[in-house]
């Protein structure tokens, strides 16, 4: 069998660790794999590395502007399909599953796309998530990570969608030690992880604990707006911006507590790689994110926003050993949701039972 991933680039990010995963599985089971890159050909072999048979396709053009690659990247997509024939295509991200299935049309090859992240604040247009509520009715199935992704797209397309988290897993950190007062964050230095907020609330919190801690991994185009704030407020020796980290659950392992303060997300690792080290989480309501985390059983939920209500959850946790106890044996209960080889297993059965509709396999 022959299959065929579609994406921007394997730099960084969940749906990677997807295509990194499948691939790997896939070819190592006899199939022939390939991997097409649109945006960019990058792959970052340390974070995501790949069994040396996966074919990299290079199909990335001018950077600067979807719109402007448009035509290329169809012309490009349809060629590389009509040469190739794979058996299926899976697809990753919304704007390149509706150029792949634009592309495709008449070719009469199998398509899977997957959202991998909220369409009402991802930055698409209305007009491009109309149009992919109209062409993903050519996709085979659509795979979504919570179910409210799929409740944004239109009722008739329901019938082909199913739910499949992201595939998440840590290793067993031996001998590491909790770090009293030790609260971290990990995520992109982006508007939409709103770090500020953390940032905020941790002024709140130093006149309560004054030997509190804050940890941010990650970096992006917010680092040096995140720093400033932190020396206005004067956090200098309490927040620390960390970096990028490949190993970040080790350093996730040392916290305390783990804060999630998302204004949207499509389905973050960090946190479940925290829930599953057996970290008490605390999560902004961002739509989906009961889905993940059930207020006061696996986690607390705070108002996007809220820098008190933020202070006040952090404090609660470290202040009550009976609610932290429970909350950590809640994530920890949550997260086999997401172990990859659950996981992995439900994306498997999805490709093999789309495959067999044409192929008779």
Known sequence: MYISFFIGSMVRGGAERVIQLLANHFVQSGWKVDIVLLLSNEVNSRQFPLDKNIHIIDLS???SSYKKNAVSWLRAVRKYVKNNKPD????????????VLTAVLGLNIPIIVSER???RHDGRSKIMLT???????RARLIVFQTEYESRCFAKSLKHKSIVIPNPVSVEQINGSETERNLICTAGRLA???????LIDSMKLLKEKIPTIKCEIYGDGPEKQLLQQRIEELQLGHTVSLAGQKTDVHKWIAKSQVFVLTSEYEGQSNALIEAMMLGKPVITTDYPGADEVVQNNISGLIVPRGDVKALADAVLLLLENKV???????????????YKSDIVLGKWEKA???HLSDVSGI
Do not use: W
């Open 88 to 99: 299926c295509i899976v697809s990753f991200i919304g704007r390149i599953n509706a150029l």
């Open 131 to 137: 149009y992919c509520n109209l062409i993903y009715h």
């Open 323 to 337: 609610l932290y106890d429970k909350l950590r044996k809640g994530a920890l209960i949550k997260a086999q949701e």
């Open 117 to 119: 992240n909220d369409p």
């Open 191 to 197: 508007t939409q992880k709103n770090h500020l907020m």
């Open 61 to 63: 053009g001018d950077r």
């Open 351 to 353: 490709i093999i039972n």
